[in-house]
């Protein structure tokens, strides 16, 4: 009993080591992102807004297929620690194929997309995506060399360029979607260069670690289930424009960015360097243990996560009317519930269950796994959004990544069983409806108030609720949880 209580020690001194290490690099971008939407949705119009959000999901969309499967596939194949000259230059020579295979699909989509705007939209798609490639390579490549701090600061350098040269476009060129985009790929350029020149510094002398037909091998299934993803990604925000146009995209991805920045924030905080950890138990210790990893993996997720949806469903309203303008507030005490909750699901579902395909260099079983959440999302989506627009939208989102969440579940249980904390679980779903229903009974004391304040004091009173409960409920973790953060800050 006690060595499977130190086990566990270590096992969550990883995973908070992970978060503490990336969270505040995330944290600064998606801070980033929202304060970029709370001054584009005030300063253009909501067409070019809706446009603009049209940009980043064909580019994530695409690049999906272009460059994130490769940074997968470095972490696996590459290992940790020194990468070889001879690794670098063979993935780099792929990364400049298949990215000009890239730019032909999303000039092909702009035109179904924004048939209306496709030239601007082509060219905002295909630097987006180009610029994109570029940064994520490099820092996957710091992050092999296990180089956190550079890492950290570089997401802090793109966040802070990406912001200001936005809206330095937004007031000096009045709110063109294009010149907002292009100003935001230049931060990111700017930043990716950077990256590119620090990882180069500390490569060594060698051979590749691994061949073109390997790095395919996992890299041809992961392109392919970015195909079939897009209408588990994507399919609700295209289609709510072609039933009714950006203006109702804008309203949707509004939400959709606001719900998503803190849930994904943590989430993705804890798997950055959780990945490699739980790859490097697999090649060590076999799955068994890296089951067990991903078991603890869930756990830590929920109790951070949980709450913060219960937050988002609890001030929902007042959020809404402290950040977007009055054009984006119809439905928000609706939309923000179904988007949280989707998010949560898509991040179990990628972070944990699929992590297992990874483990087993078996990417192709993704396919199968996001197959079903596709369908689903696209046959609600014809269903559900002409007669509810953005609800219907946010709830053909739900059932997709539900439906995902149980097939890929179900396929990773014949693999590697994740055994699920269910007690952990449940905790930590009774910490986030309390820290909510405080949140909610804190801002309902000020009806008449302003909204600024009414979320001010929610906030307060249900952060206040989440820490008193987990100081009780996990004394051991919240210690060390503090004795790190007193670390991290006297290194800053």
């Known amino acids: 009993m006690q060595l499977h209580a130190s086990g566990m020690m270590k096992v969550c001194d990883v995973l908070l080591r992970s978060t503490l290490f990336y969270a505040p690099a995330i944290l600064l971008t998606r801070l980033s992102a929202l304060l970029m939407l709370v001054i584009a949705t005030r300063l253009i119009d909501q067409t070019e807004y809706g446009l603009l959000t049209l940009v980043v999901t064909m580019g994530e969309l695409t690049d999906s297929a272009v460059s994130s499967w490769l940074r997968i596939a470095l972490l696996r194949l590459g290992g940790k620690g020194e990468i070889s000259t001879g690794s670098v230059k063979l993935a780099a020579r792929v990364l400049v194929v298949t990215t000009l295979l890239g730019l032909l699909v999303s000039a092909a989509g702009s035109a179904l997309v924004a ?76 930043a990716g260069g950077i990256a590119l020149g620090l990882a180069r510094r500390h490569v060594v002398a060698g051979p590749s670690r691994f061949t073109h037909r390997e790095l395919f091998a996992l890299g041809i299934p992961l392109v392919a289930a970015a195909i079939v993803s897009f209408g588990l990604n994507s399919a609700e925000r ?28 943590i989430a993705n905080a804890i798997n ?83 992590n297992v395909f990874h483990a087993h260099k078996k990417p192709w079983l993704l396919m199968a796994a996001l197959v079903p959440g596709s369908v689903v999302t696209i046959g609600l989506s014809l269903l559900l959004i002409p007669a509810w627009a953005e609800t219907g939208a946010a709830l053909s989102l739900l059932g997709g990544t539900l439906a995902g969440l149980i ?37 309902a004391l000020f009806g008449g108030a302003w909204p600024l304040f009414k979320l001010a004091v929610g906030g307060v009173a249900g952060t206040l609720v989440f820490f008193g409960l987990q100081s009780l409920l996990h004394p051991a973790e919240t210690r060390a949880l503090a004795g790190k953060v007193r670390a991290r800050l006297g290194m800053v």
């Open 272 to 354: 950055m360097g959780a990945f490699p950890e739980m790859v490097s138990r697999f090649d060590t210790e076999g799955p068994e243990a890296a089951g067990r990893f991903l078991g603890h993996q869930m756990a830590l997720m929920a109790r951070l996560t949980f709450p913060i949806v219960a937050l988002l469903i609890a001030l929902s309203t007042e959020i809404g009317g402290v950040l977007l303008p009055a054009d984006y507030h119809r439905d928000l005490g609706t939309l923000f519930p179904i988007i949280a909750l989707s998010v949560l699901s898509a991040n179990v579902t990628t972070f944990v269950f699929q």
């Open 115 to 190: 048939p209306e705007r496709w030239a601007d939209f082509t060219i905002a798609v295909g630097t987006y995506l180009a610029v994109g490639s570029l940064s994520r390579f490099a820092l996957t490549l710091l992050q092999m060399q296990q180089r956190h701090s550079a890492y950290s600061l570089l997401e802090f350098l793109r966040a802070v360029l990406q912001l200001v040269l936005a809206v330095a476009a937004i007031v000096l060129i009045h709110g063109s979607f294009l010149w907002v985009s292009l100003a935001s790929s230049l931060g990111v350029l700017i």
């Open 407 to 443: 097939a890929s579940a179900s396929i990773s249980h014949r693999l590697t069983p994740v055994p699920v904390p269910w007690a952990d679980l449940a905790v930590s779903l009774g910490v986030a409806a309390a820290t909510g229903l405080a949140a909610w009974t804190a801002s």
């Open 238 to 265: 295209v289609l709510l424009k072609l039933y009714y146009d950006a203006g109702a995209v804008a309203v949707f991805a509004a939400v959709y960015a606001l719900a998503r920045q803190p849930i994904d924030t």
